[in-house]
Each structure stands twice: as C-alpha cells, then as structure tokens.
C-alpha cells in the first residue's frame, strides 16, 4: 500500500520496525505473549475468510473445494522419484526433523514464550498445542495457494513474477472484494509483526544474557544496557528487512530457509556435540569452526552442482551440522567431566 503512494521501501520498514519496537520497549516478552495472542488471532480469521471468498469467486462449497485442491497438480507435497528435486520426500522429512529442531526447539525466538511460562507442564502444554496447531494451519495456507492459482487460470489472469506476489495482486487489484483486501491487510500486518516482535526481543535478549552477562549486574546497570540494545537490534532488524527486499527472491520462504540452513547448522552441531559426546572443546576455537562450517558447506554445494548437476536444498543444514560436529570433535579433548 505504501509503495502504491511512492514511500520508499527502506522507510516503510524503519516505521514498522518502529512500531514494534514502541510495544516491546514498554513490556517485554509480556507485551510479545499477548499481542502475539492478537496477531495470530487476527492472522487466522483472515486467512480463512479469504479462503471463503476465493471459492465463492469460484463457486465452490466446502466439499468441492476440498476436492479441488486434492486434485490439482500443484498440491502434491512430495516427490518420489527424481533426487535432485528439493521436494524429495526423503530429503524433505531428514531435514524437516532437523529444521524444527533448531528453528524450534534451539532458537530463543520461538522458545522464549515457553521459557516464561510458570512450570514445565504449562510450557509442555504449550509446545503440543502450538505444534498441532501447524497441521491445520499449513493445510489451510497451502490450500488457498492451490486456489488462487485454479483462480488466476479461471479468471485468464497472468501470474505475477515471484509467487509471493500472487495473493497481493490478486487482494489489491479488486479480483476478490473490497472485504478481502481489508482482511489481507490486517493479516499481512499481523503476520510480519508477530515475527519481527518475537525477533527482536529475543535478539535483545540473547546478547544482553550470553554477551554482555547483564545478569549479573545490578538493575539499574541492566535495564541501561537492555535499552540500549534494544535500540542497536531494532536497527540491525531494518537492515535485514532490507536485506531481503533486495534479494527479490522468488520466494521468500525458500530463501529464508536456504538462508536457515547456513546459519543454523552450526549450531545444530554444537548441540549434538554436546549431547552426544564427553569431549571439551577449546573455546577461542569454537567461532572459527563456526564460521568455517557453512563457507566449506558452500563450497561443497557449489562444487557438486558444478560437477553432477545436483544442488543441495534443506539437507545442506544436515551437512552443515555434520561439518561442525567434526571441527568441534576433532579440536576438542576428553574430559572425565560429566
């Protein structure tokens, strides 16, 4: 909407960044808990309310749109047969497992909301109900996908460059009602909120903790130093906005998650060295290996594909993982130390 009135992009994202960081500044995790809440609430009412107008455009009820997708091309999940397809099903479930291991279970941005819980059984409550309730929630998603593209293909309307653009496309030039679009809006906005708010905090939080040890300093020392951080992440998080608007990916989520595979393989390494072994590491070791594993990484997937033809997709978190492990296996001594 702003770049339909010529707001540069670089400035949208410094006023949302903005924004966001005015709700967290004031409480915290608290404010993210809550507003998270209102976010997603909002997120999931738009999405089903456009999927409602899309198959009214369609003419469809519930149960011929069920069937419609289910018989579309495009809602194959899975490939079978050909291994150098990023969807192969057996790359897509290894690297799946691990995808959610440290996206999930490794990140302090998505762990946080479960660190504040009162007790272990609340936290445990809540990690079951926010993973079942991606089931239904990526149906639905990959189901309107499937639909605005059996849409566009009814409608004779051209598709967009990046697919990312299809549903704003189709919301903003009036294909779907004046209704959609405000649903799409309040979706999107709550959306990328509910993202960069989590991210920042735990960014802030992260670094003030692991890095500047402000827990073990006194309050007032503390929340100086918290507030200040704070105000350098919310920067770095509108230069990774920017970022990836100059990437111009044709989609998004497969470049974060390409991206995902470099910057978190070391650390699914350093977790399964720890787990696994009894071996210590020497420290002012452990960032080069660090930095060394996704490079070298690269360097593989450049070089196979060069050869072979064959290009790594999620599996390259696998890898990465394995090449840390190595580093970190390979420097380190044992120890009698439990």
């Known amino acids: 909407m702003f770049t339909d009135i010529h707001i540069a992009f670089p400035l949208i994202a410094i006023g949302s960044v903005a924004l966001v960081w005015l709700y967290t500044q004031k409480s915290g995790i608290k404010t993210i808990v809550w507003t998270d809440a209102l976010q997603t609430t909002c997120l999931i009412t738009a999405l089903i309310l456009i999927i409602l107008a ?29 291994w150098f397809s990023r969807q192969h099903f057996v790359k897509q479930f290894l690297s799946g497992i691990f995808i959610v291991i440290v996206m999930t ?45 059996i849409l566009t293909d009814t409608l004779h309307i051209n598709l967009p460059a990046t697919g990312d653009d299809l549903l704003p496309m189709l919301a903003t030039e009036g294909y ?71 990437m111009d990916s044709p989609s998004l989520i497969d470049a974060i998650y390409v991206i995902a595979s470099y910057t978190y393989g070391p650390l699914l390494g350093m977790f399964a060295f720890g ?10 070791w452990t960032p080069y290996i660090a930095v060394a594993s996704p490079m070298l990484c690269y360097l593989i997937d450049v070089t196979i594909g060069t050869l072979t033809g064959y290009r790594f997709g999620y599996e390259l978190l696998m890898l990465n993982g394995l090449l840390t492990f190595a580093g970190l296996y390979l420097s380190g001594y044992y120890t009698t130390k439990s």
């Not at 490794?106 to 946080?112: A, C, K, R, T």
């Not at 960014?203 to 020392?221: A, G, P, Q, R």
């Open 275 to 284: 787990l696994f072994t009894r071996r210590a590491v020497y420290d002012r």
């Open 176 to 246: 779907l009602g004046q209704a959609v679009l405000v649903f799409f809006t309040i979706g999107i906005i709550a959306a990328s909120f509910s993202n960069s708010d989590s991210a920042l905090t735990a960014m802030t939080t992260s670094f003030c903790v692991d890095i500047l040890d402000t827990d073990k300093e006194d309050e007032h020392t503390a929340r100086r130093k918290r507030r200040r951080v704070h105000a350098g992440m919310s920067v770095l998080l509108v230069l990774c906005i920017c970022f990836f608007g100059l």
């Open 105 to 149: 279970g490794l990140d302090q941005d998505m762990m946080q909301k479960n660190l504040s819980c009162r007790s272990l059984p609340e936290a445990k409550k809540n990690m079951y109900t926010y993973g079942f309730a991606f089931i239904p929630l990526n149906l639905l998603f990959l189901g309107l996908g499937v639909l605005l593209l």
């Open 54 to 82: 899309v198959s009214r455009q369609l003419n469809l009820n519930v149960g011929e749109m069920i069937e419609a997708v289910a018989d579309n091309p495009h809602s194959r999940i899975f490939v079978w047969d050909d």
